[in-house]
């Protein structure tokens, strides 16, 4: 009996190590399980809104376990959600966030009337560029997608105003300084095709600053007329149409990983 009662009691603290390394803060914990943004989260909790364990908590900051504790919303049990990974084809004239403090449309009105749990994009485009944006309420994964020390290759189809030859696609691989006192600069850049005074360019990034593209493009004297990202990675924007999402396929999600551990 002594020996099983020593053997608990290692088990127990075993667990209770363990678990002390699962905890995060309450705000990230509602993100975490797929309740809501981390935004979202602040603001239910100043409001009084949130309980754990039975006891109403208004510092975000508290560290709790997802696994363990148990966290309500207006009385409503938090509970893990199935993991969702969505592929959007965002048109021109949409910004990247849940809520706008300027009333601007968002990428969520694509999104409306599709049942899910809450997702948040994984990355963004800024509201005059298009194309291939991803959605998810997995954390972890989209943590990993978007950390800059995996080089995730990301694709762009660009028109510019003016025709560029060799010299302006060697500089745009170069690197340029910008005004800010950046250098900026791409992995690849071909010309798609041209016409009479403007022409397509495909180009690859590996980072991804604020405005990176149009920023270095205008440092060359060139404008953008539309950018597009078709692809991230080995992930490709095919043909979906736009303002349309689809779910990525499993081997779509592992190849991003896969990708960033490679690079």
């Known amino acids: 009996m002594i020996a099983k009662n020593l053997a608990m009691k290692k088990v127990f603290r075993s667990s ?24 979202r989260a602040e603001e239910l909790i100043a409001a009084g809104r949130v309980r754990v364990n039975g006891r109403g908590e208004v510092d975000g ?33 949409l910004v990247t966030t849940v809520q706008d403090e300027r009333g601007r449309k968002t990428v969520y009105e694509c999104l409306k ?4 749990p ?11 560029s298009e194309g291939l944006l991803l959605f998810t309420n997995d954390t972890s994964w989209a943590a990993k997608v978007m950390n800059p020390k995996t080089h995730l290759e990301k694709t762009y189809h660009v028109q510019l105003d003016c025709l560029a030859d ?49 920023r270095l493009l205008s440092a060359l004297g060139a404008n953008v007329l539309r950018l597009v990202r078709v692809a991230i990675g080995s992930v490709q924007l095919g043909d979906l149409p736009k303002g349309k999402v689809r779910p990525l396929t499993q081997e779509e999600r592992v190849s991003l990983i896969k990708a960033g551990e490679k690079g």
Not at 66 to 82: F, H, N, T, W, Y
Request: with cysteine.
């Open 118 to 128: 809450w997702v948040g994009p994984v990355g963004r485009l800024d509201k005059a």
């Open 113 to 116: 009337g599709i049942e899910l």
């Open 166 to 214: 060799d010299t302006f696609l060697r500089r745009m691989t170069e690197g340029v300084d910008t005004k800010e006192g950046d250098l900026l600069q791409v992995r690849k850049a071909r010309l798609l095709r041209k016409g009479k005074k403007n022409c397509w360019l495909e180009v690859v990034l590996e980072e991804g600053k604020n405005r990176h593209l149009r």
């Open 61 to 93: 900051a508290r560290r709790v376990d997802p696994a363990l504790d148990r966290i309500e919303v207006d009385g409503q049990m938090v509970v893990s959600s199935k993991k969702v990974y969505l592929l959007l084809n965002k048109p021109r004239g």
């Open 16 to 39: 209770a190590f363990q678990s002390s390394f699962r905890k995060v803060s309450l705000v990230r914990a509602l993100s975490k399980l797929g309740y809501c943004s981390r935004s």
